[in-house]
């Protein structure tokens, strides 16, 4: 089993800045790829980025220009560095990570608790 403890999440006033951290324990074997997803209240959950593993992202067009992730391999650790941020980035953001818990096996999602940004007007 793979858990995902996030952090960075907090309160911000519209065009600041916040860095989402998400870090895996548990038992695994490698780490595939990682993400960050969202949902604001009333609304359907989204991909907002993803990384793969040899760092390939993709970004939800939303964010485009303002979000960036990254990964840190030795740590197992994603990233998301929020800037400019709007009061329409306001949601729960949930980290995902693929991990392969044992060899032979196929990877498996595991999602984070959520952390709540919000962005004050």
């Known amino acids: 089993q793979v858990q995902l403890v996030e952090s960075g999440g907090g309160l911000v006033q519209a065009g600041g800045s916040l860095r989402l951290s998400c870090a895996p324990s548990g038992s695994f074997v490698r780490i595939g790829t990682m993400a960050w997803y969202r949902q604001a209240p009333g609304s359907q959950r989204e991909l907002v980025s993803s990384?793969?593993?040899?760092?390939?992202?993709n970004y939800v067009d939303s964010v485009k220009g303002r979000f960036a992730i990254s990964r840190d391999n030795a740590k197992n650790t994603v990233y998301l560095q929020m800037n400019n941020l709007k009061p329409e980035d306001t949601a729960v953001y949930y980290c995902?990570?693929?991990?392969?818990?044992?060899w032979g096996s196929g990877y498996v999602n595991n999602w984070g608790q959520g952390t709540q940004v919000t962005v004050s007007s």
């Open positions: 995902v990570m693929s991990a392969l818990i044992q």
């Open positions: 990384i793969d593993t040899a760092g390939r992202t």
